[in-house]
Nanobody, 114 residues
Framework: QVQLVESGGGLVQAGGSLTLSCVAS????????MGWYRQAPGKQRDLVAV???????IYGDSVKGRFTLSRDNAKNTVILQMNSLKPEDTAVYYC????????WGQGTQVTVSS
């Protein structure tokens, strides 16, 4: 089992910045993919960004150029730096850990006011 603990959500004005962190613990594989997905009310859960243990990163189209995902393998941590936030970025953000199976965090709310 893998446990994910998220932090850093909140309320911010449009154009502002927020940083989300996620720490994984438990049965951690040295080869894994971690990252973030988000889900707005009434919508499906969408990719924000994921990063492999070798550092390859994939971003969702709507966040490219604004969000940056990084990881610290020694601390089993991923950090999502979100800049130039827009009201449409408002959603619950979920940390994800993937090795054969998906593990999810409890979610953290990000609200961007216009």
């Amino acid at each position: 089992q893998v446990q994910l603990v998220e932090s850093g959500g909140g309320l911010v004005q449009a154009g502002g910045s927020l940083t989300l962190s996620c720490v994984a613990s438990g049965s951690i594989s040295s080869i894994n993919t971690m990252g973030w997905y988000r889900q707005a009310p009434g919508k499906q859960r969408d990719l924000v960004a994921v990063i492999t243990s070798s550092g390859r990163t994939i971003y969702g189209d709507s966040v490219k150029g604004r969000f940056t995902l990084s990881r610290d393998n020694a601390k089993n941590t991923v950090i999502l730096q979100m800049n130039s936030l827009k009201p449409e970025d408002t959603a619950v953000y979920y940390c994800n850990y993937y090795v054969q199976y998906d593990f999810w965090g409890q979610g953290t709310q990000v609200t961007v006011s216009s």
